[in-house]
């Protein structure tokens, strides 16, 4: 099995998804809008209490800190949500039963999720610049690398909570908790420091936080040496929670497999 | 590494563990125990059609999923092109097309056929350069080139399982596993897939391990057949040694004319007949009478034609009855 046969397959599972996803043209017209209509609801909400918060902190207006919590809070959603995509049971076998790798199997089935994330999070973005004059000054090289260990952190967290749903079959427990923690410690809507300490530890621990924090500076004129303790933090809960993922994803679908409950939904 | 034999298992098993409820209290469970592989050893010969029969729940399913990897066994393995289900798990699903019972399912709904099997194809290795002509060459085997760029959803049953047939022939491989292949489909559908299973072994030299409920089915196509009964092969041979099996007397089927009671009586006193019935439902002509007749052994045949002619009864018709394999089916499910 050669690395050019694995990313072909990679390309077919993107495809895949491209074609299947291009058919519910109701369904992307409907993300559209939400998109722009949250967009334009939450770029008004820059007259808060935490405005002086955010500008001192991130030297920026709080429509564009909001604008890019918002915007960047979809790939975060994307990332927990997506193998739990993947684990469809039948087609799950069918791949299975393929001579194809499981993390060709899940990268693969990753991929669209993420070009479609991208350009929402691009309408975020333009309908900020051009409509409530947003002023970014992305770090690029900074931005990349703050999304790759973003991204790969989710799908470690991802694959926890979809090796939790394989054996429960029931609700999926991690990512329902991350998303409450996205929302309220993750620094999309307002800073963790607007929250009394008690709360503003629990966003210390979590990885939404950081990589939130990281992505507004990058976006916001910041050098990569400014955000480095919070860039280091993140790297190293992405080290730890990608292996961690994957082996108790590979455990629980193992483990599936062996009591012959794969297909049971 | 290759061997003699398609398939082979030695000392297979495959133990399912489940919780129920166990009286009072909500959180009183017990562990129940289920064998549902049962160290089976069956040997499957390269070119073979192999029929794999057994009422519900005797294990068939299992045995196809652990074959193609999809469940490890407990204890004992499997060869399959000569390759080990567990040790050597990409090189059996290489050697492998599985089509599963409710195969359709991963199928995608919104992609027309050829385009899944354009997916199919990719996770299956089948090199770039002869995909195209391939999948087009699966397609018209199974009768689909007609529907090649129509959105999967539209397919009819039949149409859907054809897909899944051909799904399972795209990487050419040389053992295929169809599981109840024909379940749910209309008889022409059934047969249709039949017809192309036994040419296709026979054009093809290869492997098929097919499994169904249908006895008459597995009659039809296969060259050798094994039943599974929870978890064990009660019988293993092919469909004629299978009937041979349950054969105990001679079984003829008389049609006469002009018989009376006594002569019937006689019939059954002669040397050598075990019992004389009377047959209604091959519905003979009128005035005459269709007689089921057992008889030791069909040595004794021309005693009976001797005394027919001595009372100078007509004979209309005659045959030897065979037990079907259905019969063999429920007279060995029912020993075990």
Known sequence: MTVQEELEKIWYFTKRDMISFSTYKTNILILVFTAIFGALSFAYLGQTSVNQLVTQTYHTSYTSYLLVGLAFNTYLGQALTLVQKTINPWALEEV????????????????????????????????????????????????????????????????????????????????????????????????????????????????????????????????????????????????????????????CLKTARKNGTLSWF | MPSENAIETINLTKIFTSKIPNGGGFFRRKAVTVNAIDNINLTI????????????GAGKTTLVKMLCTLLPP????????????????????????????????????????Y??????????NVPRQKRHERILEVLKLVGLENSTFQL????????????????????????????????????????????????????????????????????????KIGILKEGKFVAYDTPEALKAKIKKDELIYLAVEDITQPQIEKIRSLKGVVNVTEKAEEEPMPGQRGLSVELQSVDQLPEIFDFLFEQKIKLVNFKREEPSLEDAFIELTKKA
């Open chain 2, 115 to 124: 385009r899944n099997l354009e997916f199919y194809a990719s996770t299956y």
């Open chain 1, 96 to 251: 299975l039963v393929s001579p194809t790798r499981l993390t060709t199997f899940i990268v693969g089935s990753s991929i669209w999720g993420f070009v479609w994330s991208t350009g929402v999070v691009a309408i975020y973005l333009l309908i900020g610049v051009y409509f409530f004059g947003v002023v970014l000054s992305v770090n690029l090289v900074g931005t990349l690398i703050v999304l790759a260990l973003g991204i790969a952190t989710f799908i470690g967290i991802s694959m926890i909570g979809s090796g939790i749903l394989i054996l429960t079959k029931q609700g999926d427990p991690v990512s329902a908790l991350m998303t409450i923690a996205i929302t309220l410690f993750g620094n999309v809507l307002f800073p963790p420091q607007a929250l009394p300490l008690g709360l503003r530890i629990i966003a210390y621990v979590t990885p939404p936080y950081y990589f939130m924090t990281c992505i507004k500076f990058m976006l916001t004129g910041s050098t990569i040496a400014s955000i480095l303790p919070n860039l280091e933090i993140l790297a190293l809960m992405c080290l730890i929670i990608v292996p961690v993922g994957y082996a108790i994803y590979a455990w």
């Open chain 2, 152 to 223: 999967y959803q539209q397919y009819s049953g039949g149409m859907k399982r054809k897909l899944a047939l051909a799904r399972t022939l795209l990487p050419d491989p040389p053992i295929i596993m169809l599981d109840e292949p024909t379940t749910g489909l209309d008889a022409i559908t059934a047969r249709n897939i039949r017809d192309f299973v036994q040419h296709t072994v026979q054009e093809t030299g290869k492997t098929v391990l097919y499994t169904t409920h249908y006895i008459e089915e597995a009659a039809q196509i296969c060259t």
């Open chain 2, 45 to 56: 010969e390269k070119g073979e059609l192999f029929g794999l029969l057994g009422p519900n």
């Open chain 2, 74 to 113: 407990d204890s004992g393995t499997a060869l399959v092109n000569g390759y080990d289900i567990v040790k050597q798990q990409m090189q059996v699903k290489r050697s492998l097309g599985t089509l599963f019972s409710v195969g359709e399912r991963g199928f995608f709904w919104r992609l027309n056929g």
